[in-house]
């Protein structure tokens, strides 16, 4: 068995708090990666929204699993770990009113539309899955998971 030196932290809750991320935490990240553990982020997030709302974070960790596992970032370079969702659910929300946000792979929505998306993919006859994240969802290919982001990095 292969053990790594390294550790997953979330995002949101985890490392920031009420938006922020503190002066003790980017410290305690500093520390562990002195001390030789590599620092990953395991997020929902979309990437250019994190960056955006944090531009310092992924010179802050080492590297980044976004979109709940669909989208890994490695010495800067984002690979996609799954095709993007299909153009025509995105249409079908579009055609519905309901808003939504794309990353590299997934589409976001606010919850309150769950009953919707979810009568879309199964009329398309996709196989996606929908993830909860606080007041917010995510639909991504069946079987994409932080933990196989995780894995990824870790070059499982």
């Given amino acids: 068995m292969t053990f790594f030196k390294a550790v997953a932290l979330d995002f949101d809750g985890t490392l920031t ?3 922020n991320i503190s002066a003790h935490t980017v410290a305690a990240i ?4 002195r001390d030789g553990l590599a620092v990953v982020l395991v997020s929902g997030r979309i990437g250019a929204e994190l960056q955006a709302e944090f531009p310092r974070i992924p010179h802050q960790v080492d590297a ?7 989208v890994t970032v490695i010495n800067g370079q984002a690979s996609a770990l799954a095709p993007p969702v299909d153009g025509g ?3 079908a929300l579009t ?3 309901v808003p939504y946000r794309c990353g590299e792979v997934l589409v976001a929505a606010d919850g309150e539309h769950a009953a919707t998306i979810i009568e879309v993919i199964g009329e398309l006859g996709l196989d996606y899955q929908i993830a909860h ?4 969802l995510m639909v991504l ?3 994409t ?3 196989t982001g995780l894995a990824t990095v870790l070059g499982g």
């Fill in 17 to 19: 708090s009420g938006g």
């Fill in 30 to 33: 500093e520390q562990a990666r």
């Fill in 64 to 70: 980044m699993v976004l979109e709940n596992g669909a």
């Fill in 89 to 91: 659910l995105r249409q």
């Fill in 95 to 97: 055609d519905r009113g």
């Fill in 133 to 136: 994240n606080r007041g917010a």
């Fill in 141 to 143: 290919p069946a079987g």
């Fill in 145 to 147: 998971t932080k933990g």
